[in-house]
């Protein structure tokens, strides 16, 4: 499978005069077996998603309506994803920082997850952060 590191992937698309279709598979298409599911949606534009990381999960997020930006750091630099394709997603391995911002109308982030929900994974102080992954 691809790198542990930040990246996007591309999904397999099949155009048809119908509309587009395209498929994503646990271990196929992600680096993972996908546990939960869950989408991000009615943000007014303007408005961004505050920062977290995990310290186990890591996460695939598709663009499947609208676009947003995805600003990661890994505690060395951020790297800014423009997301507004259905047909790609971005790979965010776990303990990398994550923001969402730049929302356009109608815009769905859909998130896939290698963990169910555990409000114990996640990391929300910026400063905790830096610490865990030996940068403060």
Do not use: C
Request: proline share 5%; charged share 25%.
């Amino acid at each position: 499978m691809e790198s542990k590191k930040p990246h996007i992937i591309q999904l397999p698309k099949i155009s048809d005069p119908r509309g587009n279709l395209s498929i994503v598979e646990s271990e196929q298409h992600v680096p993972f077996d996908i546990k939960r599911a869950y989408w991000i949606y009615d943000v007014p534009s303007g408005m961004h998603r505050d920062g977290h990381a995990f310290h186990t999960q890591d996460e695939f997020i598709i663009a499947m309506s609208g676009s947003f930006d995805v600003i990661l750091n890994d505690g060395n630099g951020e790297q800014r994803f423009h997301m507004n394709r259905a047909y790609y997603g971005l790979y965010v391995p776990r303990m990398t920082w994550r923001k969402i911002d730049n929302f356009s109308n109608n815009s769905v982030v859909y998130v896939l997850s290698s963990e169910k929900y555990d409000p114990a994974d996640y990391i929300e102080n910026y400063d905790e952060y830096l610490k865990l992954v030996g940068k403060k």
